[in-house]
């Protein structure tokens, strides 16, 4: 099983700032995609950003230019710095991460971060 630990959600005010992390634990072989999702209140959950081990990063028009990815593979971690934050970027923040097992290649969700952004 992997298991993946988010943190670093809060409230922030509109402009502010915050850095999410999302660790990876437990019994995999290697991790190939890791990204992070967000589902506001009503709405479907969707991603913000992502990437491949070594591949490029894609990212949400709403985010790109504020948001950046990145990840540190010798930690199993990712991390998402989000800039000039919004109302509207308020949101559940998930991480999910695509991890080799002995069963082969699986999707894993963390449990979610809340981020609330307003005044």
């Known amino acids: 099983q992997v298991q993946l630990v988010e943190s670093g959600g809060g409230l922030v005010q509109p402009g502010g700032s915050l850095r999410l992390s999302c660790a990876a634990s437990g019994n995999f072989y290697g991790i190939n995609v890791m990204a992070w999702y967000r589902q506001a209140p009503g709405k479907e959950r969707d991603l913000v950003a992502g990437?491949?081990?070594?591949?490029?990063?894609n990212y949400a028009d709403s985010v790109k230019g504020r948001f950046t990815f990145s990840r540190d593979n010798g930690k199993n971690t990712a991390y998402l710095q989000m800039n000039s934050l919004k109302p509207e970027d308020t949101a559940v923040y998930y991480c999910k991460a695509s991890a080799y097992t002995r069963t082969g290649i699986n999707d894993y969700w963390g449990q979610g971060t809340q981020v609330t952004v307003s005044s």
């Open positions: 990437a491949t081990r070594f591949g490029s990063t």
